[in-house]
């Protein structure tokens, strides 16, 4: 089945700083999304972006589906942005979605 | 508009025991999905529903078992509870029976077995 690496595994950042995580696919994608999973465990839609750029205030994100990545930016970090961001695809030919393994985020004040 | 509901929240269960999670969506969608969420690891999938009537093993399908029971609802049944089946478990709903569709989650049910 697809594989999907995120990096890097863990990150601590100071409220302000910037940053960007990756998610690579091992294959061709008909489907990715990003979720940010809070410190109550509660998983939020973050992006669905197969291909292409999207914004949503502080955070945008690209997948340059033809390289098999896709990249999370969080700008002006703050506490609230604490928590887990999974990376999900969908394979073509299928429906379900297959995760990585997340990064950890700390965002301190 | 709830979106994607779960209950019960939280469930202890002994080694042996049987309970239903049970799942609804508001959102009209055909799919509906479980997985289950382990410590440090992304969520896999148990079962999923592509369409009213029909159900499909994930890739952790073993020691459960669903029901679709009609659009709106979804339910995973453990018949004998294992202390491998402590984990969190959260149902989702998309829109298409096949397809790429953006996936929306339920709350999650934190599941303990003793």
């Known amino acids: 089945g697809i594989q999907v690496e995120q990096s890097p595994p863990d990150l601590i950042l100071q409220e302000g700083a910037n940053s960007t995580l990756r998610c690579n696919f091992s294959?061709?994608?008909?489907?990715l999304q990003w979720f940010h999973q809070n410190p109550w465990g509660q998983l939020i839609n973050l992006f669905y972006?197969?291909?292409g750029t999207k914004q949503n205030g502080r955070l945008s994100a690209t997948t340059v589906a033809t390289e098999r990545y896709s990249l999370l930016y969080i700008s002006s970090s703050q506490t609230t942005d604490s928590g887990v961001y999974f990376c999900a695809v969908v394979t073509s030919g299928y429906s379900t979605l297959t995760f990585g393994k997340g990064t950890m985020l700390l965002v301190s004040p | 508009n709830a979106g994607v509901t779960q209950t019960p929240k939280f469930q202890v269960l002994k080694t042996g025991q049987s309970m239903t999670l049970q799942c609804a969506q508001d959102?009209?969608?055909?799919?509906m999905y479980w997985y289950r969420q382990d410590p440090g690891m992304g969520l896999r999938l148990i079962y999923y529903s592509a369409s009213e009537g029909t159900t499909d093993k994930g890739e952790v399908p073993n020691g459960y078992n669903v029901s679709r029971l009609n659009k709106r609802e979804f339910s995973l049944r453990l018949e004998s509870a294992a202390p491998s089946q402590t984990s969190v478990y959260f149902c989702a709903s998309s829109e298409a029976g096949t397809g790429p569709y953006e996936q929306y989650f339920g709350p999650g049910t934190r599941l303990t077995v003793t």
């Open positions: 959102m009209n969608h055909n799919s």
């Open positions: 294959d061709s994608v008909n489907n």
């Open positions: 972006i197969p291909s």
